[in-house]
């Protein structure tokens, strides 16, 4: 679950504890801010919170307009910036500048957050649309679902997977995305798969390990990460694939690394790298062009895998791999 998810989740569970709940967003950022639009942070009546909109800088400041805004059930919006003296005072120091809204949640307006959460959770997209004058809020899963001037604005930040505040007809809106998280599917238990792991789980990844071979695909060697022990064929077809999932196969063994590039290649994944040399991937090239795969798919492969960064042993290459499967993320596309 994502720091965003989790937030909201928590918001949910105090509320329905009985406790009022207040949850402040950062809806628009200038220059170095210490957090992304979309951030979050959950505050109850008593002061209690969880989150973050600003690494610390003004947690305390927001903290503190939460008792007016839970009282009156009033949105406001707060700004900071370092030619404020306030942001000063509470340590913005950073060069940015953030604006925040803060809203009370009520308990009888709790359903669009259970709605969203459990988009979230079968992995559909979804965006939290919030009027950033009266705080009501409505769910969006695809532009059509918003009138005429947001309806680009949220085909925009689904594409790019960026909250944003947009001017619609009645005034303006918070547009606050919630794409499935990246998830990233390791096909071949192997040392590099056990480094790569950990990374992606760093950078808050989703990861499945795919292998047959049971003697590679222990808890042992991957702790509580979610190991499926079948071949590629059916695993893959268990698991799914969509536009937010990354493949990378591992093996060298064709019989288990063949089997998921075909199948990866046929899905929307938004990445697919196959470990291996130059001599290593022509030899793959050719297998793949015997059974079917069109060459102009065979050229979404990203082989030899991860960015070249002269990387030696398990632990660099695995690092490549994230950095390679990063930039494909953020649309930083190889030359």
Not at 38 to 43: E, K, R
Not at 83 to 112: M, N
Not at 248 to 273: E, K, N, Q
């Amino acid at each position: 679950m994502s720091a965003s998810n989790f937030v909201l989740a928590k918001a949910l569970d105090w509320l329905d504890e009985g406790r009022s709940v207040a949850l402040a967003t950062v809806v628009k950022t200038w220059g170095s801010a210490p957090q992304p639009v979309g951030s979050q942070l959950v505050i109850d009546g008593e002061g209690n919170f969880l989150g973050s909109v600003s690494g610390g800088c003004v947690e305390a400041e927001v903290i503190a307009q939460v008792a007016e805004v839970i009282a009156t059930g009033k949105p406001r919006t707060l700004e900071f910036g370092v030619e404020d003296e306030t942001a000063w005072k509470v340590g913005l120091a950073c060069g940015g500048t953030i604006r925040i809204f803060v809203e009370s949640l009520e308990l009888q307006g709790r359903d669009a957050l259970h709605r969203l959460i459990g988009d979230v959770e079968a992995r559909r997209k979804v965006a939290l649309v919030t009027d950033l004058t009266t705080g009501a809020r409505s769910l969006a899963h695809v532009p059509n679902d918003m009138e005429a001037p947001l309806a680009p604005a949220l085909e925009d930040a689904f594409r790019h997977n960026k909250s944003l505040a947009v001017e619609g007809s009645h005034g303006e809106a918070f547009i606050n995305v919630f794409n499935p998280s990246v998830r990233l599917i390791i096909v071949g238990a192997v040392h590099v798969a056990q480094q790569l792991v950990l990374m992606a789980r760093s950078v808050g990844h989703q990861v499945v390990v795919i292998d047959p071979r049971r003697a590679f695909a222990t808890e042992e060697r991957f702790g509580d990460a979610e190991i499926v022990r079948d071949w590629p064929e059916e695993a893959l077809l268990k698991v799914g694939l969509d536009d937010r999932t990354a493949i990378v196969v591992l093996t060298h063994d064709p019989r288990i690394d063949d089997p998921a590039l075909i199948l990866a290649l046929a899905s929307d994944a938004f990445y697919v790298g196959a470990l291996g040399s130059r001599k290593t991937h022509a030899k793959r090239v050719g297998r793949l062009l015997k059974a079917g795969v069109a060459p102009e798919a065979i050229e979404r492969i990203h082989a030899p895998i991860g960015l070249d960064i002269g990387a030696e042993g398990a632990a660099e290459i695995a690092l490549s791999i994230i950095a390679e499967i990063t930039a494909e993320q953020r649309g930083k596309a190889r030359p």
